[in-house]
């Protein structure tokens, strides 16, 4: 008669190889399920069918000096996204706008047209700010990047790990800290293309109605010792807003969404 405890043995193992032989097989569950939380916060990020605020930025030096600009945003969907400054006067009129595609365009009254932004060029500045034209641009995470699941002790957090489809991407590698319950990201950090952490952004999710939006978001660059803090205020959902004010030709006449 065989030992109990030979039996129990022999179950574990077999138990175990068929976990390990499941997993071997199939090496996209992670990856799926990566996937999956990924899309799910785009889908967040862009659940209105439109939206529009106010938006104020504060960007502050090494030594806490600050410079204050004042911007209205207006977005459709995930892919259609303009910005306009209004504040201070000599920035007044300066505007980007993000189409599908990966497309995107600056307007400056100085040129006195639009001008279409490079690939190369989204890896530069917005506009003097602690983003760059990259984290700017409507296309979602789960259209650039490739997630996986990395191991984070904090029960409330998923961490993903992002690494870039295409070489023209600016980062090397970007790490979510994504609220497991809402899907919404608590922190990012950023690596460039040496593979370097040099910044990193954190979120302030806020729920108006059926929707979470970031009410405020601040970008803070190590190295420069620099941070530029986003704050969006009289937020407006849904409101039908036409598919006339994402056009290039706009960017120059500055139709609203009125």
Same mark, same amino acid.
């Given at each position: 008669?065989?030992?109990?405890?030979?039996?129990?043995?022999?179950? &574990?193992?077999?138990?175990?190889?068929?976990?390990?032989?499941?997993?071997i097989?199939?090496?996209?569950?992670?990856? /799926?399920?990566?996937s999956? &939380?990924l899309?799910?916060m785009?889908?967040?990020?862009?659940?209105?069918q439109?939206?529009?605020a106010k938006?104020k930025m504060?960007?502050?030096d090494?030594?806490?000096?600050?410079?204050v600009?004042?911007?209205?945003?207006? %977005?459709?969907?995930?892919?259609k996204?303009?910005?306009?400054? @209004?504040?201070?006067?000599?920035q007044?009129?300066?505007? =980007?706008?993000?189409?599908?595609?990966?497309?995107?365009?600056?307007y400056?009254?100085?040129?006195?047209?639009?001008?279409?932004?490079?690939?190369l060029?989204?890896? %530069?500045?917005?506009?003097?700010? +602690?983003?760059?034209?990259?984290?700017?641009?409507? =296309?979602?995470?789960?259209?650039?990047? @490739?997630?996986?699941?990395?191991?984070?002790p904090?029960p409330?957090?998923v961490?993903?790990e992002?690494?870039?489809?295409?070489?023209?991407?600016r980062?090397?590698k970007?790490?979510?800290?994504?609220?497991?319950k809402?899907?919404?990201?608590e922190?990012?950090?950023?690596? +460039?293309?040496?593979?370097?952490?040099?910044?990193?952004?954190?979120?302030?999710?806020v729920?108006?109605?059926?929707?979470?939006y970031a /009410?405020?978001?601040?970008?803070?660059?190590?190295?420069?010792?620099?941070?530029?803090?986003?704050?969006?205020?009289?937020?407006?959902?849904?409101?039908?807003?036409?598919? +006339?004010?994402?056009?290039?030709?706009?960017?120059?006449?500055?139709?609203?969404s009125?």
């Open positions: 008669m065989m030992n109990p405890m030979v039996s129990v043995t022999k179950n &574990l193992k077999s138990a175990l190889c068929f976990l390990l032989f499941f997993v097989l199939n090496p996209s569950l992670e990856a /799926q399920s990566a999956e &939380l899309i799910s785009d889908e967040l990020m862009s659940a209105p439109d939206k529009e938006v504060v960007l502050t090494k030594s806490g000096k600050e410079k600009r004042e911007a209205v945003l207006i %977005q459709k969907g995930r892919y996204k303009l910005y306009r400054y @209004t504040q201070p006067e000599k007044a009129g300066i505007a =980007t706008l993000s189409l599908p595609d990966d497309k995107m365009w600056m400056m009254p100085a040129f006195g047209k639009p001008i279409k932004i490079s690939l060029s989204k890896s %530069q500045a917005f506009t003097g700010t +602690d983003f760059s034209y990259e984290d700017m641009t409507g =296309t979602s995470y789960s259209d650039r990047f @490739t997630p996986g699941i990395v191991e984070n904090n409330d957090i961490q993903l992002l690494m870039p489809m295409s070489m023209k991407s980062y090397s970007i790490i979510v800290y994504l609220n497991r809402h899907r919404y990201p922190k990012m950090e950023y690596f +460039d293309d040496n593979k370097e952490y040099f910044k990193y952004a954190t979120y302030k999710y729920k108006q109605g059926k929707y979470w /009410q405020e978001v601040v970008m803070t660059d190590i190295k420069k010792e620099h941070s530029t803090s986003i704050f969006l205020s009289d937020m407006k959902f849904d409101q039908g807003i036409s598919d +006339d004010i994402f056009t290039v030709e706009n960017l120059a006449a500055g139709k609203s009125e």
